[in-house]
């Protein structure tokens, strides 16, 4: 399983694209570097289901490109494997994240969503 944040994304990336056979999942936590081209994601992790992950204060951080990537490549993703997606936090009743939302007081409820996916 690969999980990256922020800028480890476009070398956790880079990684997946790499040696795919070693990816079995892919968690991307307000990844920098999502890739778009559906070439790239393809070759990414292989059939690797890809969960992405972005909480609040997205527009005020300058963030919506971000996220906007982040989703075009769980949607490429998704074509190979359903279980690919964005968790948007705020969309899931989540708030108050911030982009270290692993030190956010409510880290425990991420990370079980994360780990329910992870295990489905």
Excluded: C
Excluded at 17 to 28: K, S
């Amino acid at each position: 399983m690969l999980l990256v944040h922020s800028a480890g994304g476009g070398s956790g990336f880079a990684v997946a694209q790499a040696v795919p056979d070693l990816v079995e999942r892919i968690v991307a936590v307000e990844p920098v570097g999502a890739p778009t081209d559906p070439q790239t994601v393809a070759e990414m992790g292989g059939d690797a289901p890809f969960m992405g992950v972005y909480g609040d204060y997205v527009d005020e951080r300058g963030q919506a490109g971000r996220k906007e990537a982040t989703q075009t490549t769980a949607d490429l993703a998704e074509e190979t494997n359903p279980a690919s997606t964005l968790l948007s936090l705020p969309d899931e009743g989540i708030s108050g994240n911030t982009h270290l939302m692993m030190q956010d007081d409510n880290n425990g409820e991420i990370a079980n969503r994360i780990i329910t996916w992870i295990g489905d």
